[in-house]
C-alpha cells in the first residue's frame, strides 16, 4: 500500500524529508518498506504492517502516528451536513440476523445525485494509493476508506426493490450471487450477505452485487458504514478466492466505533461532489456497543520491564501523545484505550507504546541476568533417543504427516465399529486427504513401502515414532506415543551371508533385540488377531498382563488396497507403555568357568501349543540350572498324528559352582517331560 506524504499533510505538519520520516515511522514499529516518487514529485511511502497495527490502513491512523512522534497538531476533518425534512426511516430500515457476525450496520439515503467524474485531486489521490477512479460516489466510499479505515459501500436505490429494507443474513446454501465483478459465485451457510429482505446485494464486507451497482442512471444513493466479524470476512474471502481493499480491513478487525464519522465524511463529500439532498437521520443498528477498555499502568512496571529510568510525568507524555485519556491513581495511570487501538488489551501493551513514543534507541542495551538452569533432556526424552538408535542400526526412520485422509481406516480393513475409526476431525482441512488426526501408524508406514516401491526400490525397512491421538472429555485430545515398523524385501545380502527374508521372523527378532536393550525381559507372543494382519501370523506382544502392542504379517487385502505386491509384516507398539515397563540393563554378567551340558528332547504337542507356551512351561524348572531353551525344530507330517506337530528344544544347562554331571541333569529332563505331559499329553520322540 502507497501512502502519499502530501496526502498525510492534510490532516499533520510533515517537516522531515521521507527517508527521516520513514526512519522514524520504522524505529516506532511502524514499519516502511520502500519509498517511492510519484510523476508530480510526491512521496509515495510503502507500508509493511504487522497484523497488529492493521488501524494504520487508515491516512487518519497514521497521521496520529507521525503527531505523536514530532508532537504536531493532529487535524480531522470534520463533518457538517445539511439535511433535508424527510426522514431516513421512510427509506429503508435494518435489520442483524447475526450480532456476532455483523456488530453494527448504518445506513443514509442520499437522493437527486449526479453521477459524473470525481475531481482531478480526488482521481489522483486513489491512483496512489493503487486504487482505479470509477466515478464521483464510488470513489467518495474509497477516499473516506482509505482517511478514516473504515469500508464503505453505495448501492442504487432504486435497484433494491420495493422492499425497502436491508437484511444482513448468513448465506443458503448453493444460493448464487454475482459480484461486481461480473462473476457468477455460489455461496454456503458460513459466509454472510447483505440483501434486500429476498435476495443478496453484497457479499458482506468483500464486494457489492451487480445487482445493485451505481451506474450513470442513479439518482437515489444507499449508504452503508458495518462492522463485520474479520474472522468470517477472512474465512468467506478465502473460499471464494476473493480479496479487496474492503476485506483486507476488516480481515483485521476495524473499529466498530469509526462507522458514523465514515458514513458522515462520505454523506458530506458525496453531498459536496454530487450534489442532491442528504435524508434526515441515520439508520444505526448496533446490538452491542463497544466501549473503550481502561488499563492500569503503573510506572514502576514500565521501568522493570524496559530497564529504564522513565519519569512518571514522561510516561504520562507518551501516553498522551497518541491520545489516550489518562487519569492519575494511586496505583498508576488509568488509562482509556480508544476503540480504534484493538491490539491494546493489557498492560504490558501499553508499555510497548511508551517504549515506542520514548524511543528503542534510548533504551540501555544490557545482558540478561538471573538464574539459570542449564538444558537437557528429560528421562522420558532420552528414552526415545534409545527407540530410535536402536532401530536405525537396522531401519530407516520416517516422519508421517499426524493428519490423514479417514478413508484409510477402510484401507486397513477397520470394520465400521472398530474405536479406532473414532478419531478426531480437523476443523480447517486443507484437504480431504488430512482431514482427520490418525489413530494408529499403519497406514503412514504402508504408504511409505508403496511410494517406494513405485520407485523401485524393492528392499524397504522403517520405523516411526510418532504420536496418535484420540477423542477425550478433556479440552485437548489424548495424545498417545507409538512407535511402528515395516518391512519388505529382503535384508542386504553378499556374498559371505546368504538372502535373508524380512518376514515375521526378522521383524520379530528386531523387535526383541529392541525389548531387550530396553530392558524388558520376559516378552511373550500370542496367537491373536487384527483385521490389518494375516490370521495366523499375528501376534499379541505382552509383558504379564500389560499389552505392549502387535506383530504380524499385513493382511493380502489389505496390501492390494496400497498396491503393495511384496509380502509386507509390520509391529505397532505403545511406547508409553515401553517406557514404564523399562528397566535399567545390567552392564555385568558372571561367565561360569563351568561347562554347559546340553540336551535335546523332541515332543508331540496338540498343533495348538504355541512355542511361547510350551517354553514358559519348560522355563518353570525349579533348580536353577537350566539357563536356555530354544526350539530347533518343529515338523508335521505323516510320522506325526493329525492335529499335533513335533517340537525339537535344545536344552542348555550350567552351574557357576561346580561341574555338571548327567545323574543331576537327567532328573531335571524328566522332570521337564512330566510337566509337557502332564500340561498337554505330550509323547516324547
Known amino acids: 500500500m502507497g501512502v502519499s506524504i502530501n496526502q498525510l499533510k492534510k490532516y499533520t505538519q510533515i517537516d522531515l524529508p521521507a527517508e527521516q520520516l520513514a526512519h522514524e515511522l520504522t524505529m516506532a514499529g511502524i514499519a516502511i518498506e520502500g519509498i517511492e516518487t510519484a510523476d508530480d514529485g510526491d512521496k509515495l511511502l510503502e507500508l509493511d504492517l504487522t497484523p497488529n497495527r492493521a488501524d494504520c490502513l487508515g491516512w487518519i491512523n497514521l497521521a496520529r502516528e507521525i503527531s505523536a512522534l514530532s508532537g504536531a497538531d493532529l487535524t480531522i476533518p ?38 459524473k467524474e470525481s ?61 461486481l465483478d461480473s462473476i457468477n459465485r455460489q455461496l454456503d451457510e458460513e459466509m454472510l450477505v447483505i440483501t434486500n429482505g429476498e435476495k443478496p446485494i453484497a457479499l458482506a464486507g468483500i464486494m457489492g452485487g451487480e445487482n445493485t451497482e451505481i451506474n450513470d442512471q ?89 530497564g529504564t529510568d522513565i519519569k512518571e510525568a514522561e510516561i504520562k507524555s507518551c501516553l498522551e501523545k497518541l491520545r489516550f485519556k489518562v487519569t492519575e491513581t494511586e496505583e498508576g495511570f488509568l ?55 536402536i532401530l536405525s542400526k537396522n531401519l530407516m526412520e520416517v516422519v508421517n504427516y499426524t493428519f490423514i485422509n479417514p478413508a484409510s481406516y477402510g484401507m486397513i480393513c477397520l470394520n465400521e465399529q472398530d474405536k479406532l475409526r473414532n478419531s478426531i476431525k480437523i476443523a480447517n482441512p486443507l484437504s480431504e486427504e488430512q482431514s482427520v488426526m490418525r489413530t494408529v501408524l499403519l497406514p503412514g508406514l504402508l504408504k511409505n513401502i508403496r511410494e517406494n516401491l513405485a520407485r523401485k526400490n524393492d528392499n524397504l525397512g522403517f520405523f516411526e515414532l510418532g504420536t496418535v491421538f484420540y477423542p477425550s472429555d478433556k479440552p485437548l485430545p489424548l495424545e498417545v506415543l507409538k512407535v511402528g515398523a ?44 487384527h483385521p490389518a494382519f494375516h490370521p495366523g501370523r499375528t501376534a499379541k506382544v505382552s509383558k504379564g498382563d500389560r499389552e505392549i502392542g502387535i506383530i504380524g504379517e499385513v493382511h493380502p ?43 535335546d528332547i523332541a515332543v508331540v504337542l496338540p498343533v495348538t501349543v504355541t512355542y511361547a507356551e510350551a517354553r514358559q512351561l519348560i522355563e518353570t524348572d525349579q533348580s536353577g540350572l537350566l539357563q ?58
Not at 240 to 260: A, H, Q
Not at 492 to 521: C, H, Q, T
Open 335 to 389: 488509562t482509556e484505550v480508544p476503540t480504534y487501538r484493538p491490539d491494546i488489551t493489557m498492560e504490558v501493551d501499553l508499555i510497548e507504546e511508551v517504549a515506542r513514543l520514548y524511543g528503542y534507541d534510548k533504551i540501555p542495551a544490557t545482558l540478561s541476568y538471573g538464574v539459570t538452569q542449564p538444558g537437557g533432556l528429560n528421562s522420558e526424552q532420552h528414552f526415545r533417543d534409545r527407540i530410535q538408535d
Open 218 to 306: 442513479t439518482t437515489i444513493v444507499l449508504l452503508e458504514s458495518a462492522n463485520f466479524l474479520g474472522t468470517n470476512i477472512r474465512k468467506t474471502s478465502r473460499k471464494l478466492g476473493l480479496r479487496s481493499d474492503s476485506s483486507i480491513r476488516f480481515e483485521k478487525n476495524v473499529d466498530p466505533n469509526g462507522v458514523i464519522y465514515a458514513i458522515n465524511r462520505a454523506a458530506q463529500m458525496i453531498h459536496e461532489l454530487a450534489g442532491g439532498e442528504v435524508i434526515k437521520g441515520i439508520f444505526d443498528a448496533y446490538p452491542q456497543p463497544q466501549e473503550p477498555v481502561s488499563i492500569l499502568l503503573r510506572p514502576a512496571r514500565v521501568n522493570y520491564l524496559l
Open 557 to 599: 487385502e489389505v496390501c492390494e488396497n496400497y498396491n503393495i505386491k511384496s509380502r509386507v509384516t509390520a509391529f505397532e507398539f505403545n511406547a508409553a507403555v515401553l517406557f514404564e515397563l523399562s528397566q535399567p540393563i545390567k552392564m555385568s554378567k558372571e561367565i561360569t568357568r563351568y561347562p554347559a551340558i546340553k540336551r
Open 78 to 115: 470534520e463533518t457538517f451536513i445539511k439535511e433535508n425534512d424527510e426522514v431516513i426511516e421512510d427509506y429503508i430500515k435494518v435489520n442483524i440476523d447475526d450480532p456476532q457476525l455483523c456488530k453494527r450496520y448504518a445506513a443514509r439515503v442520499l437522493k437527486n445525485v449526479k453521477i
Open 486 to 529: 515395516v518391512v519388505a524385501g529382503n535384508a542386504e545380502s553378499n556374498w559371505l551371508k546368504n538372502v535373508i527374508p524380512m518376514d515375521y521372523f526378522y521383524l520379530k527378532g528386531l523387535a526383541e533385540d529392541m525389548l531387550s536393550r530396553l530392558g524388558i525381559e520376559e516378552i511373550t507372543f500370542t496367537a491373536a488377531e
Open 628 to 685: 536356555e531353551v530354544e526350539v530347533f525344530d518343529v515338523y508335521t507330517g505323516g510320522q506325526v498324528p493329525e492335529g499335533y506337530k513335533s517340537m525339537a528344544f535344545r536344552l542348555v544347562f550350567k552351574s557357576s559352582e561346580k561341574t555338571l554331571t548327567e545323574n543331576e541333569v537327567i532328573p531335571i529332563v524328566d522332570e521337564i517331560l512330566a510337566r509337557l505331559k502332564n500340561q498337554w499329553g505330550a509323547l516324547q520322540r
Open 119 to 179: 475531481p482531478q485531486w480526488m482521481q489522483d489521490a486513489l491512483r496512489k494509493a493503487g486504487i482505479r477512479p470509477i466515478n464521483n460516489v464510488v470513489d467518495v466510499t474509497n477516499y473516506v476508506m482509505l482517511e478514516s479505515n473504515q469500508p464503505l459501500h453505495a448501492f442504487d436505490y432504486d435497484l433494491l426493490g420495493g422492499s425497502r429494507q436491508v437484511l444482513v443474513r448468513r448465506a443458503f446454501a448453493q444460493e448464487p450471487f454475482t459480484t
